[in-house]
């Protein structure tokens, strides 16, 4: 017989005050180490990047959802950034010295690295990468805010985008659902910063908005809507988040103040941010109109990376410290196995649970096994 085991982190709810949770969970890390980076696949295995100046770096993974760590190798470089390909291949940005930058790939869920990309040619940080099909843009933080693409699979590159200005870098990423990729710039003098687009895959560019602004992050809805996370500015008041809500022509302030580190949104529209003041995460569940801070379960302290995983899942760092959001963050749960896709709603639930299988391989038989949030036995 087949067995599906359903763990319900948020499932069946309690009014009692003993069993109220913490919005977070710090996560066993390694010590001795820094977390640069966080990416998480769609089988929940959770691959960190780290580094400290001068000390030990590379790359670490969890397949038990944090309780144990193995050391994944690349001990003598920093990892900025990492990246999941939809077929699961991984990309880690590496950074050794300003000569030797560059980008490592995996196809075996990181047992192993292969260099593609062993010097870039251009001296610097690489900050993020886009995978896609068989493209990869790579932004580096070289002096200069450069941005560039390989067509074939990290085979040969060519630099699509750079400015004239000297105190910019290329912060993140993102591609929407009709195939326009955004850049984020974060610049540090008078008319630099800003949000760049491209309609032909990285060909032409042109400025969306947001000069002088420090923008750090980038992120889009199922709408989109495009959202950017500002840390800082030229001048006072530029610090906060603003959203190009799709179609629109100028962007909206939807908070001002926050120092945004990074930025995400799930399929429910809620936004979450990183932020180094006030410390730790903000939120809105009203599409931006209201953000509040949620703190309960981290250390004091600003938070930096932040990445949703395919159950609605978070995951929030500092250099020290890793934590996982106590439940998901989206009302329909989605669960994937090797040979079937389930739905749960709504979520969390009162009374009545709705549970939905989709199976590529139908079994002779199965059965669903329930459990709460502390571990027991609800349905079988």
């Not at 003598?76 to 980008?103: M, P, R």
């Not at 990869?136 to 200005?165: H, K, M, P």
């Not at 890793?322 to 009162?350: D, G, K, W």
Request: net charge negative; charged share 15%.
């Amino acid at each position: 017989m087949k067995h599906l085991s359903l763990l319900l982190f948020a499932l069946v709810c309690y009014t009692s005050p003993l069993l109220a949770q913490d919005f977070w969970e710090q996560l066993n890390f390694p010590d001795s180490t820094n977390i640069f980076s966080i990416a998480v696949n769609n089988k929940g295995d959770i691959f960190c990047g780290t580094g400290i100046n001068g000390g030990t770096g590379g790359i670490y993974r969890s397949l038990d959802t944090g309780v144990t760590w193995e050391f994944l190798g690349m001990p003598d470089y920093v990892v900025h950034a990492l990246a999941i390909h939809d077929n699961g291949n991984i990309f880690a940005a590496t950074y050794q010295s300003a000569e030797h930058s560059g980008i490592s790939k995996s196809v075996d869920n990181g047992q192993s690295w292969e260099p593609i990309i062993p010097d870039i040619g251009i001296h610097g940080n690489v900050v993020a990468v886009l995978p896609f099909g068989d493209t990869l843009f790579v932004s580096i933080g070289a002096g200069y805010a450069t941005l560039v693409r390989s067509a074939d699979n990290g085979q040969t590159w060519e630099q699509v985008f750079a400015t004239e200005n000297s105190n910019d870098f290329v912060t993140d990423i993102v591609k929407s659902a009709n195939g326009e990729i955004f850049i984020s710039i974060e610049g540090y003098i008078q008319s630099t910063g800003g949000v760049y687009k491209s309609t032909d895959g990285g060909d032409n560019w042109e400025f969306t908005g947001l000069y002088n602004s420090m923008i750090s992050s980038l992120a889009m809805n199922a709408s989109g809507d495009l959202f950017a996370g500002s840390w800082d500015g030229y001048e006072p008041n530029y610090s906060g988040v603003y959203v190009l809500r799709n179609g629109a022509q100028d962007w909206e302030v939807l908070i001002s103040g926050p120092q945004i580190n990074d930025l995400i949104v799930n399929s429910d529209n809620h936004i979450y941010c990183t932020s180094s003041w006030p410390n730790g995460v903000i939120r809105s569940l009203d599409n931006g109109e209201n953000f509040e801070l949620i703190i309960d379960g981290l250390p004091a302290g600003m938070m930096n990376e932040l990445v949703l995983d395919s159950l609605g899942f978070l995951y929030v760092s500092n250099p020290g410290t890793l934590a996982r959001s106590t439940n998901t963050t989206v009302s329909v749960q989605e669960i994937y196995t090797l040979n079937a896709h389930l739905i749960q709603y709504p979520n969390p639930v009162n009374d009545v649970i709705n549970i939905e299988i989709f199976f590529n391989e139908k079994p002779e038989s199965f059965e669903i096994v329930i459990y709460n949030n502390i571990g027991e036995l609800v349905s079988l």
